[in-house]
Structures are given as structure tokens and as C-alpha cells.
């Protein structure tokens, strides 16, 4: 199986090897051609040079006098190169290593190559020297002409090509050497990179895999020097890790409420019946027991009939349009109220409304925004205490309709509000006081608010707890 290491290492080795590779073939050919142009300028200019010093000797002097055969060897020996000069029928005179007489003389060049070095006036070619040498040469010929423009012979200059080789050879070596040391300290460097940038990889990985076992506090720590990439991704993971921490703490304390607030009824009803089936109620008390046990399947029903819209509602991802229905909000909240009448009578409570005396029309689900009134208007009855007040208030502001209810009651700690639109969130988790608000009437009240699209606020002080929802106007 390949990992990230593998990946991020091999193939970079590879470039590294053939970029060194292309760079040794270019650099030979350079070098190769650098010298062999340089060689053969050079054993041009030597040719040119003994060429000029046999054509004035030969206008003046015999070819083999001493003084030319002296200066042919001093030429030759500060050039470094060996000369040979034929007459025009290719017959071998002279030879720079030997002037006063070597067994190359009297040995013949062939005519055709004599043609080609009067025609071209220079001849460059490598290899055997028509037999003269053994070694594979650098050669560059030139005719000798006297002063009348007569041709009287050629003179060709040559050096051996393995001085040329030995000097490529030793560039070869140090380039290899340099290359080898060069792919060790890049693959040192490489290895230490490759290796960094996996390490926090494999840190995910395993917090990936603690967090799948169930550490839900499981985290990823990445150093500030790994690449931008990186820390990206261990900052998504992170998030992602805390959101879900988040979504299974509020599962395990829903389906702990859960099974609280439907304990407490199940249980109640049990025993009713029990205590009937038994005998323990007696017969003329049973009417009252098996209202409060009508009274308890009820509040079950609605529990779940809540649960049931806030699921349905998720489903759907808010309201359609053939749902957004034009309404006046003062008459929905009025017929609201009125339902309330006897519990208000029994609190004693005071009612204040303050509501625009023309209609006020908004676009919303009728239902939705009834139930919202309805929440709000039984949350501030069931905590307002006896002879306080209950206020409903309506007004318009720009394109929007302000709806509040206000009740006095103990004044909720900063800290909680916002925790009051939770699902089964009471303030004193160890009681289950006012269960008939079964703790999921706000968190419906503010789940139908945001799939309209609109907000809700809370606030709380001097002892009075305020709700406010905003819908569109459309007047």
C-alpha cells in the first residue's frame, strides 16, 4: 500500500535523477563540441601559420634548409600539435617530430584527398591520419601556395583526440561525483520533508480512528510551520470532530429528557391502573383517577405529536409557497388569547395588549405562526405568577411586524438565555416542575421561525421575561 511518504518521495527522486541525467548528456555535448571547435580553431591557425612560413622559405630557399626546418620545430612544439608537409603530388617532405629525417618520408597522401584540401583551401576531418598515426586524430590541412599563387604542397597539422577525451573524462567524474553527493543531500532533505508532511497525516489518521471508537474529545494538534494545506485541514477536522462531540452530547441529553419526561406520566398511569386493577382505589374514587390518567395519555400525545412536527418540518426544509398565506396577525393573536381565558381567570393574571387598531397583514404559514402565539402565550401564563401581568404587543416598523409577549416571573440568569430554545432545557434540571410545558415549546416556537426565514429574541430583566418574533409586512 502506498502512503503519503512514498508518494511525495519516489516521485520526486525520480525527476531529481532524470533532471541530473538530461543535465550530464547537455553538459558532454557542450563540452564535447566546445573542445572540438576550440581544437580545431586552433590547429587552423597553426596550419595558417606553418603554411605561410613553408611559402616563404620555398620563394626564397630551398624546402629542407636548416633555418626552415628549425623554425618547423619550434612551430610545432609551442603549438603542441605535430605538422607534416607533402609537395603537390601527396609525397610526404617533412615531419615537425622528426625534421631531420622520420620513416614517414616518402610515403604518399592520396590524391583525392590532395583534391579536396586545394579545392576547399581547408580540410578538417578526425580519425587515422592516412596511416601516418596510430591514434585517431584532429586534423586540419592547407594547401602551401608561393608567392605567383603556385600550389607547391599542403601542410596538415594534427593533435591526438585522447587529450580531448582525457579532459572530457575527468569533467565526467567530478559531474558524477557532484550529482551523487547532490541526490544524497536531496534525498536526505526530502526524506525529512516528505516525512513532516505525512507526520500530521498520520496524526488525523489516528485521531480519526480514536474518535470512531468512541474519544469523542479526540483532537488533531499541527505545528504553525506545516504547510497552509495542512493546518486547513486539521482546523476542518477539528470543527468537524467538535460539531459532531456537539450533536452526540445533545443526543445523549435528549434521549435522557426524553426518557425522563416519559417516565414520569408512564409511570403515573401505571400505577393508577394498578392501583385501581387491585383494588387499592376504591371504586367511588376511580372516576378521578382515570381523569388524571386521561389527563397524562394526553400530555403523552402531545409530546409526541410536537416531536412529530419538529421531525416533519426538518424533512421538508421550511415552508412552501402555496403555505405562505396572506393574514391579518391581529386577529390571529386575538383569537390566541381567548383561548386562554379560564387559565388567565384562575392566575388572576392581568392582560395587556397593545395592537394597531387597523389590520395588519403579514405572508406565513396561519398554523405555524397560531402555534408559535399559542407557545408563547402558555409559556408566559404557566410562569406568570398569580395577579401579575401578561402583555401582547403588535406593532409594524419599515417591512417588518414586531410580535412580543411579555410576562413577569423570575428573572432568567444571562447565562441561560441562550439555552431557553433547547429542546427539554429547564433551568432546574434535577426537578421536572411545569410539565405541562414538556420542555419542546420554545424550541418549536423558534424552529417554525427560522423556516420562515425571520428571527426571534429573548430577554429577561427585572423580573419581567420578554419574546419577540419578527414576520414580513405586507400591507
Known amino acids: 500500500m502506498e502512503t503519503t511518504f512514498s508518494r511525495a518521495f519516489y516521485p520526486a527522486a525520480i525527476v531529481l535523477l532524470l533532471a541530473l541525467l538530461l543535465v550530464g548528456i547537455a553538459l558532454q555535448i557542450l563540452v564535447s563540441g566546445y573542445m572540438k571547435k576550440q581544437t580545431y580553431a586552433d590547429l587552423k591557425s597553426d596550419a595558417d601559420t606553418?603554411?605561410?612560413?613553408?611559402?616563404?622559405?620555398?620563394?626564397?630557399?630551398?624546402?629542407?634548409?636548416?633555418?626552415?626546418?628549425?623554425?618547423?620545430?619550434?612551430?610545432?612544439?609551442?603549438?603542441d600539435a605535430d605538422a607534416v608537409i607533402c609537395d603537390r603530388d601527396g609525397r610526404l617532405l617533412l615531419c615537425s617530430?622528426?625534421?631531420?629525417?622520420?620513416?614517414?618520408?616518402?610515403?604518399?597522401?592520396?590524391?583525392?584527398?590532395?583534391?579536396?584540401?586545394?579545392?576547399?583551401?581547408?580540410?578538417?576531418?578526425?580519425?587515422?591520419?592516412?596511416?601516418?598515426?596510430?591514434?585517431?586524430?584532429?586534423?586540419?590541412s592547407v594547401p602551401i601556395y608561393s608567392g605567383l599563387g603556385e600550389t607547391l604542397g599542403i601542410v596538415m597539422v594534427s593533435s591526438p583526440m585522447s587529450a580531448s577525451m582525457s579532459f572530457l573524462q575527468e569533467i565526467t567524474e567530478i559531474y558524477?561525483?557532484?550529482?551523487?553527493?547532490?541526490?544524497?543531500?536531496?534525498?536526505?532533505?526530502?526524506?525529512?520533508?516528505?516525512?513532516?508532511?505525512?507526520?500530521?497525516?498520520?496524526?488525523?489518521?489516528?485521531?480519526?480512528?480514536?474518535?470512531?471508537?468512541?474519544?469523542?474529545?479526540?483532537?488533531?494538534?499541527?505545528?504553525?510551520?506545516?504547510?497552509?494545506?495542512?493546518?486547513?485541514?486539521?482546523?476542518?477536522?477539528?470543527?468537524?470532530?467538535?460539531?459532531?462531540?456537539?450533536?452526540?452530547?445533545?443526543?445523549?441529553?435528549?434521549?435522557t429528557n426524553v426518557s425522563h419526561e416519559l417516565k414520569t406520566p408512564m409511570t403515573t398511569i401505571g400505577g393508577y391502573i394498578d392501583g385501581m386493577l387491585d383494588g387499592t382505589i376504591p371504586p367511588e374514587r376511580q372516576r378521578h383517577y382515570m381523569q388524571l390518567v386521561s389527563d397524562e395519555t394526553k400530555r403523552l400525545s402531545r409530546l409526541v405529536r410536537s416531536m412529530l412536527d419538529i421531525s416533519r418540518l426538518q424533512d421538508q426544509g421550511g415552508y412552501s409557497d402555496d403555505k405562505l398565506i396572506r393574514f391579518d396577525i391581529c386577529e390571529c393573536a386575538g383569537r390566541v388569547l381567548i383561548t386562554f381565558e379560564q387559565k388567565i381567570n384562575a392566575k388572576d393574571i392581568q392582560v395587556?395588549?397593545?395592537?394597531?387598531?387597523?389590520?395588519?397583514?403579514?405572508?406565513?404559514?396561519?398554523?405555524?405562526?397560531?402555534?408559535?402565539?399559542?407557545?408563547?402565550?402558555?409559556?408566559?401564563?404557566?410562569?406568570?405568577?398569580?395577579?401579575?401581568?401578561?402583555?401582547?404587543?403588535?406593532?409594524e416598523d419599515g417591512s417588518k411586524v414586531y410580535v412580543s409577549v411579555a410576562n413577569d416571573g423570575p428573572t432568567i440568569p444571562a447565562e441561560e438565555l441562550p439555552l431557553v430554545f433547547e429542546?427539554?432545557?429547564?433551568?432546574?434540571?434535577?426537578?421536572?416542575?411545569?410539565?405541562?410545558?414538556?420542555?419542546?415549546?420554545?424550541?418549536?416556537?423558534?424552529?417554525?421561525?427560522?423556516?420562515?426565514?425571520?428571527n426571534i429574541s429573548v430577554s429577561s430583566k427585572d423580573n419581567v421575561t420578554t419574546f419577540t418574533f419578527t414576520l414580513p409586512l405586507v400591507n
Open 176 to 255: 558524477l561525483v557532484v550529482s551523487l553527493l547532490v541526490v544524497l543531500v536531496s534525498g536526505l532533505i526530502m526524506s525529512y520533508l516528505a516525512r513532516k508532511q505525512s507526520n500530521p497525516l498520520r496524526e488525523m489518521a489516528k485521531a480519526a480512528n480514536d474518535f470512531g471508537h468512541g474519544d469523542l474529545a479526540a483532537r488533531v494538534t499541527v505545528d504553525q510551520r506545516c504547510p497552509m494545506e495542512i493546518q486547513e485541514l486539521a482546523l476542518a477536522f477539528n470543527n468537524m470532530a467538535a460539531s459532531l462531540q456537539k450533536s452526540e452530547y445533545r443526543r445523549q441529553e435528549f434521549v
Open 352 to 395: 395587556e395588549v397593545d395592537m394597531p387598531e387597523h389590520p395588519v397583514y403579514t405572508r406565513a404559514c396561519p398554523d405555524a405562526i397560531t402555534q408559535v402565539i399559542y407557545n408563547l402565550v402558555d409559556n408566559g401564563v404557566k410562569f406568570c405568577p398569580e395577579k401579575g401581568t401578561l402583555s401582547l404587543r403588535i406593532r
Open 50 to 79: 606553418i603554411a605561410n612560413l613553408a611559402s616563404a622559405y620555398a620563394t626564397s630557399q630551398e624546402m629542407d634548409s636548416a633555418d626552415f626546418l628549425l623554425n618547423l620545430s619550434v612551430a610545432a612544439s609551442v603549438s
Open 423 to 454: 429542546r427539554f432545557h429547564k433551568l432546574d434540571k434535577s426537578r421536572s416542575e411545569n410539565r405541562d410545558g414538556w420542555g419542546l415549546g420554545l424550541y418549536i416556537v423558534k424552529t417554525i421561525i427560522l423556516y420562515h426565514k425571520e
Open 97 to 140: 617530430d622528426a625534421p631531420l629525417g622520420c620513416s614517414h618520408q616518402g610515403m604518399v597522401i592520396s590524391q583525392d584527398y590532395l583534391q579536396r584540401v586545394f579545392s576547399s583551401k581547408y580540410e578538417i576531418s578526425a580519425g587515422n591520419i592516412q596511416g601516418l598515426y596510430d591514434e585517431p586524430r584532429y586534423v586540419v
